[in-house]
């Protein structure tokens, strides 16, 4: 049944869905309104959780970590500089092969400081060895939250659900959210095989000399490689029981013999497909929706990128002196590919500067006018503000 | 049941006798601290001596260490229904040299400074899966007094059900002996070095015990691996209370203080009979308890024998003020906690309940 949610409720609602033991979190913007909302659940007895409220959101992963290591379902949530300082703690839990979800409301890094959304915190920590997963809409978000656990619980690689802050955490939509059986069905309780258990006493985290640690990043990495089938299995099992899909690790919106192409994460994804509606268009155009851009789906983006000759790489992050991120990692895989597309790549809407609808032609008429691939610029930068030597 | 017997009647009238000095000391009725309850005679002493090792041997602390001495202690103490949480240190590298692990109790390491974190992270599982199991986090100074020091007041005034230990060897000994909020006024370290311009540390050991006491916890203590005795009846006062207490636990490292490792117990008794270690227990807030000092040691004892003070005995001037300041700063401990008591004589390592060595005991 669809009810008009606002994007922080309805994933707090789809996070008690998933039944989380312990919650911990620090408030930050745009991410409070998530934490707020479970807090609620919790206060009015729909939600049987310890909610612990940290003085940092270093504590609040680090709590989480403690209780999924003991073996109870945890949660937390973030985003920015939250993110920044959770950032060794994140690589610790992906470390420590412990399970839990993080959602990250996008927004921009200080300084200067922002509370706007863009997706320079997640890239920040995109080697943190977590799978980080991006959503287009706010039922994505819900959809993709409840995935998260089964993916996380069931490859021991914990998961950031990535959704873009005001864009989507603070606008109402109409949302279906699954129903309490529905999700039992699709989630089962939380099991961890190595939990702290004083019947069952282990060591975690002990200290690995260089005798066996390269072989510990090797397992990591192919385990984050190995949860792209889960991330697959998970999204159609919940296609199975619930009716709706996200799109596995990617999908694509448009004729599949499309010789243009745009790439994008997140909620820009929704701004574009939008654009491709209401622009009548001469070009055949598709979008790719990257959805899995941890771990980075080369194999299925390749299928996707066969045929097509131009390519927009949109992102909402900079990697300052150097350029773009994904489109950096899209070049790499290009040159794997026999006749890869020309590849343009633009970073759009940093610090919540809005991308309105009349982005899509106009990135389309830049790309079909470029005589050169477009290595990397900042496509609505207006440079007349800057002084001569900045432009 | 109760069961009444000429030792416990003893014990009854000696407490009484000393409540009633207290009261004349204080002015008001004090909380008994819960030690005098127990006297067990010698036999039966020995046949309380722990079974359970949470700590074993073989691990590969240095010759005489003092936080590898605590820490057996507290597990032993704390018995086999725990978790242990340890933050990034000596005692974190020592006992878990991949693949092997010297802990007999579920056991997590994550990073330096939130050992109090992922306790409370533990605390609050066990309570969503209904169990009592106690949560103990550890840490040396560093992680404590310094890095971890958020964390571990976030934990606290959360009321978590856990057992903060700190091992407090008064420097960052697993990096190589640099001064930490901890390192005791004018001591060398490699960050704080004794030299023409400099007597070793220029500041104060950071009063970590009052700032916990500051949140009024239920239980809050001191202790030193010289009193292996009052160091167990602590943990095991703080394993009985519902909510956060924290053990301060005087630990000397033979390396970093410059001593042999035959004598870190002799080290670490005269730290407390110095007055330098005040051994004290606060309860939510309010000093409940003393080990009181029949005949304070003068610092210079202390002093003499470690490599850290070394300069403080050099021809400089400065090298006598500085003893005298530290000898002032014991004297205001004295002071302070009204250490120079007439109580009952500190139990301390020698005697009866001295720890077995060896093997894990059947």
Redesign the interface.
């Known amino acids: 049944m669809l009810s008009a949610l606002e994007g922080s409720q309805a994933v707090a609602r789809a996070v008690g869905l998933c039944r989380p033991?312990?919650v911990?979190a620090y408030p930050i913007t745009p991410q409070t309104h998530i934490v707020e909302n479970i807090s609620k659940l919790v206060a009015d007895g729909q939600l049987?959780?310890?909610l612990?409220?940290?003085?940092?959101e270093?504590?609040a992963a680090?709590?989480?970590?403690?209780?999924?290591?003991?073996?109870?379902r945890?949660y937390t949530a973030s985003s920015s500089q939250g993110i920044l300082l959770m950032g060794?703690?994140l690589y610790?839990i992906s470390g420590?092969r412990v399970p839990m979800v993080l959602t990250c409301a996008n927004r921009a890094l200080g300084a200067p400081l922002n509370i706007w959304n863009d997706q320079q915190d997640s890239m920040a920590v995109r080697d943190a060895g977590w799978i980080q997963l991006y959503c287009a809409d706010n039922q994505e978000a819900v959809d993709t939250t409840i995935q998260a656990f089964r993916i996380a619980e069931h490859t021991e690689v914990p998961v950031m659900v990535c959704v873009d802050g005001f864009v989507l955490t603070h606008t109402l939509e109409p949302i279906d959210l699954p129903t309490q059986e529905q999700v039992d069905r699709f989630l089962p309780p939380y099991r961890f095989d190595r939990a702290?258990?004083?019947r069952?006493?282990?060591?975690?985290?002990?200290?690995?000399?260089p005798l066996?640690f390269t072989e510990s990043r090797h397992s990591q990495h192919k385990a984050l490689l190995r949860s792209m089938q889960e991330i697959v299995a998970a999204d159609s099992d919940y296609a199975g029981i619930i009716g709706r899909s996200c799109g596995g690790v990617l999908s694509v919106v448009g004729p599949a013999e499309a010789e243009i192409a745009i790439l994008a994460m997140g909620s820009v994804c929704s701004t574009l497909q939008e654009g491709m509606q209401i622009f009548s268009q001469e070009r055949v155009v598709k979008l790719i929706k990257l959805r899995a851009y941890r771990p980075f789906p080369f194999l299925a983006l390749r299928e996707v990128l066969q045929g097509v000759r131009e390519l927009v790489v949109l992102e909402r992050a900079v990697a300052p002196g150097s350029g773009g991120i994904v489109g950096m990692e899209v070049r790499s895989l290009a040159t794997t590919m026999n006749s890869p597309p020309r590849i343009h790549n633009y970073a759009v809407g940093l610090g919540g500067r809005d991308v309105p609808i009349e982005i899509y032609p106009r990135l389309i008429e830049a790309v079909t006018c470029a005589t050169e691939p477009v290595w990397f610029e900042i496509f609505d930068v207006e440079v007349e503000r800057l002084p001569i030597e900045d432009r | 049941m109760t069961i009444i017997n000429d030792a416990a009647v003893d014990v009854e009238i000696r407490k009484a006798v000393l409540r009633s000095k207290l009261k004349e000391r204080h002015g008001v009725e004090k909380s008994f601290p819960r030690r005098r309850k127990e006297e067990p005679a010698l036999a039966e002493l020995r046949e309380r001596q722990p079974a359970f090792r949470g700590l074993e041997a073989g691990h590969r602390a240095c010759q005489g260490c003092g936080e590898a001495l605590g820490a057996r202690l507290v597990a032993e103490a704390a018995g086999p229904d725990v978790i242990l949480t340890n933050a990034t240190g000596c005692l974190e590298i020592f006992t878990s040299p991949w693949p092997q692990s010297a802990w007999r109790v579920p056991w997590i390491h994550s990073l330096f400074e939130n050992s109090a974190a992922i306790a409370a992270g533990i605390e609050a599982a066990m309570k969503h899966q209904g169990k009592a199991t106690k949560v103990i986090a550890q840490g040396g100074d560093g992680g404590t007094f310094d890095i971890g020091f958020q964390a571990l007041s976030g934990m606290l005034e959360r009321m978590h059900n856990v057992l903060y230990v700190c091992y407090d060897n008064e420097a960052y000994m697993n990096t190589g002996i640099q001064r930490s909020g901890s390192t005791p006024h004018a001591a060398s370290t490699t960050t704080s070095p004794a030299g023409q311009e400099r007597m070793g540390k220029r500041h104060l050991k950071k009063d970590l015990l009052s700032i916990i006491a500051s949140h009024h916890i239920p239980y809050a203590a001191s202790a030193s691996v010289a009193y292996p005795r009052d160091l167990r009846r602590k943990v095991r006062r703080a394993m009985e209370v519902e909510g956060p207490t924290f053990l301060q636990v005087h630990c000397p490292c033979p390396l970093g203080w410059g001593h042999d490792g035959a004598v870190t117990i002799e080290v670490a008794r005269l730290a407390v009979q110095t007055g330098l270690f005040p051994v004290v227990e606060f309860e939510r807030g309010e000093v409940a308890g003393v080990m009181p000092l029949r005949n304070p040691q003068s610092v210079t004892e202390y002093l003499k024998r470690q490599n850290r003070f070394r300069h403080l005995f050099s021809n400089d001037p400065r090298a006598r003020e500085e003893r005298e300041h530290l000898q002032a700063l014991a004297d205001r401990n004295i002071e302070k906690f009204n250490l120079r008591g007439e109580g009952m004589d500190p139990l301390d390592s020698e005697g009866a309940d001295t720890v077995r060595r060896g093997g894990l005991v059947a």
Do not use: K, R, W, Y
């Open positions: 033991g312990v911990a049987q959780c310890e612990v409220s940290v003085e940092s270093f504590s680090s709590v989480a970590l403690g209780a999924a290591a003991a073996g109870t945890a060794e703690v610790n420590l702290l258990d004083s069952n006493p282990l060591s975690l985290g002990t200290c690995v000399d066996f």
